[in-house]
């Protein structure tokens, strides 16, 4: 039987992972990636090309190597648990050596249109047009993995900044920010919050005269260094903090953790306590910020009001002069051009179920991947879609009615709108572990601890206890790998081994470090990932 085909739209994170999960399928998988490299968001260029997403040189991940990784190849141990985007770059290209995937990628092609066939209804077909070197084709494709990411399109809102037109400092989005080295001696201001904002007022305060970091609703700040000098998301994103969470009030769990992260530091002290709650917005995370802050470099301020040809006037009224250039790290917005408007964005919200797949399409045979904002990690995330859309591809899972599907975008929908502040960040929100079993479940994957617990206590132990990496949906179902068990029982000592370049002589042995890291050695219930 001939085996299908399946174009692959981008070869970052999402991509490589869609493009494995083909081969895994006995699918034949062809990627057009626009670029000349894979990496997608993770590669780092000094010169930037439109709809491409951009990275600033220093960025380093805020999530953990174990909890990033693809779910069947452990990043080495020796690579440190937060990795700066080269060392990202140098896992994602080991990945990609290691299972043969450049060999199925076009690089520096460009998807130009994805069409229904005439006989869609009954092939479910599309007709894919690509470019490359000036030349235009059209192919074939049994199905589609749309994995082009969701950072290509700054949201750039100078409508609410008045007088930013006459101006007369440079100001730009953040995405075109690269290092600091043209700021030096400059007093600058970066507008937003985020993760992007608070890493790049951070790196300038350093070489700047002042930096300002303007933020109209505040934000909780976490840090990557969390208990006993463990990662953030390895201690807080386990299956025990999430029984604990769903079982708690949500009241009881945001007093916890406002409690636990003002005891680091006083968040009103430091202008940066806002109205809502900590489970109410997708977490800010910078183990720099509140001491770049006490040492005078960066001042919080509130939104600014007005710009003038060299001033910026904020809320409260006051006022700072002679401002240099004006960084707005205000997100992205996302789009489809090449699909035709087959799936319909407006304020950066779409109907897909599970973020995923067209309600309207006759055969489920288009799938789009990683458009998530997870209180956790993407990585895996994606790559556990693409697992699930390469069997329903092969009509191995089924989806649910349309009027079902629509019952669940619509639940999901009002969840958000009563979980979370009201901004385009939060249209594609998900709770990181709640949504993997999710679609664990819809695969077959999920982890059956009962079973678990009777056959392989040690394992199971590990599994509700320990993080919840990604290896665990690989204990069974479709695409088990036979090492799963071994990547979960040694991924605390993948944890450890990289902090460990200089032994003590008082240096307790590994097994008591990891003691540490038990649930009744953590706070209960704080976790920024889970609600």
């Given at each position: 039987?001939?085996?299908?085909?399946?174009?692959?739209?981008?070869?970052?994170?999402?991509?490589?992972?869609?493009?494995k999960?083909?081969?895994?399928?006995d699918?034949?998988?062809?990627?057009?990636?626009?670029?000349?490299?894979?990496?997608?968001?993770?590669?780092?260029?000094?010169?930037?090309?439109?709809?491409?997403?951009?990275?600033?040189?220093?960025?380093?991940?805020n999530?953990?190597?174990?909890?990033?990784?693809?779910?069947d190849?452990?990043?080495?141990?020796?690579?440190?648990?937060?990795?700066?985007?080269?060392?990202?770059?140098?896992?994602?290209?080991?990945?990609?050596?290691?299972f043969?995937?450049?060999?199925?990628?076009?690089?520096?092609?460009?998807v130009l249109s994805?069409?229904?066939?005439?006989?869609?209804?009954?092939?479910?077909?599309?007709?894919v047009?690509?470019e490359?070197?000036?030349?235009?084709?059209?192919?074939?494709?049994?199905?589609?993995?749309?994995?082009?990411?969701?950072?290509?399109?700054?949201?750039?809102p100078?409508?609410?900044?008045?007088?930013?037109?006459?101006?007369?400092?440079?100001?730009?989005?953040?995405?075109?920010?690269?290092?600091?080295?043209?700021?030096?001696?400059?007093r600058?201001?970066?507008?937003?919050i985020?993760?992007?904002?608070?890493?790049?007022?951070?790196?300038?305060?350093?070489?700047?005269?002042?930096?300002?970091?303007?933020?109209?609703?505040?934000?909780w700040?976490?840090?990557?260094?969390?208990?006993?000098?463990?990662?953030?998301?390895?201690?807080?994103?386990?299956?025990?903090?999430?029984?604990?969470?769903?079982?708690?009030?949500?009241?009881?769990?945001?007093?916890?953790?406002?409690?636990?992260?003002?005891?680091r530091?006083?968040?009103?002290?430091?202008?940066?306590?806002?109205?809502?709650?900590?489970?109410?917005?997708?977490?800010?995370?910078?183990?720099?910020?509140?001491?770049?802050?006490?040492?005078?470099?960066?001042?919080?301020?509130?939104?600014?009001?007005?710009?003038?040809?060299?001033?910026?006037?904020?809320?409260?009224?006051?006022?700072?002069?002679?401002?240099?250039?004006?960084?707005f790290?205000?997100?992205?917005?996302?789009?489809?051009?090449?699909?035709?408007g087959?799936?319909?964005?407006?304020?950066?919200?779409?109907?897909?179920?599970?973020?995923?797949?067209?309600?309207?399409?006759e055969?489920?045979?288009l799938?789009?991947?990683?458009?998530?904002?997870?209180?956790?990690?993407?990585?895996?995330i994606?790559?556990?879609?693409?697992?699930w859309?390469?069997?329903?591809?092969?009509?191995?899972?089924?989806?649910?009615?349309?009027?079902?599907?629509?019952?669940?975008?619509?639940?999901?929908?009002?969840?958000?709108?009563?979980?979370?502040?009201?901004?385009?960040?939060?249209?594609?929100?998900?709770?990181?572990?709640?949504?993997?079993?999710?679609?664990?479940?819809?695969?077959?994957?999920?982890?059956?601890?009962?079973?678990?617990?009777?056959?392989?206590?040690?394992?199971?132990?590990?599994?509700?206890?320990?993080?919840?990496?990604?290896?665990?949906y690989?204990?069974?179902?479709?695409?088990?790998?036979?090492?799963?068990?071994?990547?979960?029982?040694?991924?605390?000592e993948?944890?450890?081994?990289?902090?460990?370049?200089?032994?003590?002589?008082?240096?307790?042995h590994?097994?008591?470090?990891?003691?540490?890291?038990?649930?009744?050695?953590?706070?209960?219930?704080?976790?920024?990932?889970?609600?």
């Amino acid at each position: 039987m001939t085996r299908k085909c399946v174009a692959v739209i981008g070869a970052g994170i999402s991509g490589l992972g869609a493009i494995k999960c083909c081969l895994d399928e006995d699918l034949e998988p062809t990627c057009f990636e626009r670029n000349d490299d894979i990496g997608g968001l993770w590669k780092f260029q000094e010169n930037m090309s439109e709809k491409t997403p951009s990275i600033y040189k220093s960025l380093t991940v805020n999530t953990s190597k174990e909890m990033m990784c693809f779910s069947d190849f452990p990043a080495p141990s020796h690579f440190p648990n937060y990795m700066h985007n080269s060392k990202l770059m140098d896992y994602i290209r080991m990945y990609a050596r290691h299972f043969g995937l450049l060999e199925y990628i076009r690089f520096q092609t460009k998807v130009l249109s994805v069409r229904k066939r005439p006989d869609f209804s009954f092939s479910g077909q599309w007709d894919v047009t690509v470019e490359s070197d000036e030349k235009q084709e059209t192919l074939v494709f049994d199905g589609v993995l749309v994995c082009s990411g969701h950072h290509t399109d700054p949201y750039l809102p100078l409508q609410s900044f008045p007088g930013i037109e006459k101006f007369e400092g440079r100001y730009f989005h953040s995405r075109e920010y690269k290092s600091p080295d043209d700021f030096l001696g400059k007093r600058i201001i970066v507008v937003g919050i985020g993760n992007s904002a608070v890493d790049i007022a951070v790196e300038l305060s350093r070489i700047a005269k002042q930096v300002f970091l303007s933020t109209k609703r505040g934000a909780w700040i976490f840090n990557r260094v969390w208990n006993n000098g463990y990662p953030l998301d390895t201690s807080s994103l386990t299956r025990f903090n999430n029984f604990l969470q769903r079982i708690a009030m949500t009241e009881m769990v945001n007093n916890h953790i406002e409690k636990t992260l003002n005891s680091r530091f006083d968040h009103a002290h430091y202008g940066l306590k806002p109205q809502h709650r900590p489970l109410s917005q997708h977490p800010t995370i910078s183990d720099d910020l509140p001491n770049h802050i006490i040492s005078g470099r960066v001042q919080v301020k509130p939104n600014v009001r007005e710009f003038t040809e060299t001033d910026a006037i904020f809320d409260d009224g006051t006022r700072e002069e002679k401002i240099d250039a004006v960084i707005f790290a205000t997100g992205y917005s996302f789009s489809f051009p090449f699909l035709d408007g087959l799936i319909n964005v407006t304020n950066n919200e779409v109907s897909l179920y599970k973020y995923m797949f067209p309600l309207e399409l006759e055969k489920p045979t288009l799938a789009v991947i990683g458009l998530i904002q997870p209180f956790g990690i993407v990585l895996p995330i994606a790559e556990l879609q693409s697992r699930w859309a390469t069997r329903v591809f092969k009509g191995l899972s089924q989806l649910p009615s349309v009027k079902n599907m629509m019952a669940d975008i619509a639940q999901r929908k009002r969840a958000l709108e009563k979980r979370y502040v009201k901004t385009p960040r939060h249209t594609l929100q998900v709770d990181h572990l709640e949504y993997m079993d999710e679609i664990a479940t819809l695969l077959g994957v999920k982890p059956n601890l009962l079973v678990l617990f009777l056959s392989d206590p040690k394992l199971a132990m590990e599994v509700v206890f320990g993080p919840c990496t990604p290896y665990q949906y690989r204990l069974q179902g479709p695409g088990k790998w036979d090492g799963a068990r071994r990547a979960i029982l040694t991924q605390r000592e993948r944890i450890i081994k990289p902090l460990r370049t200089r032994i003590t002589t008082r240096t307790p042995h590994l097994h008591s470090s990891l003691e540490n890291m038990r649930p009744e050695k953590r706070s209960p219930f704080l976790s920024p990932y889970c609600a």
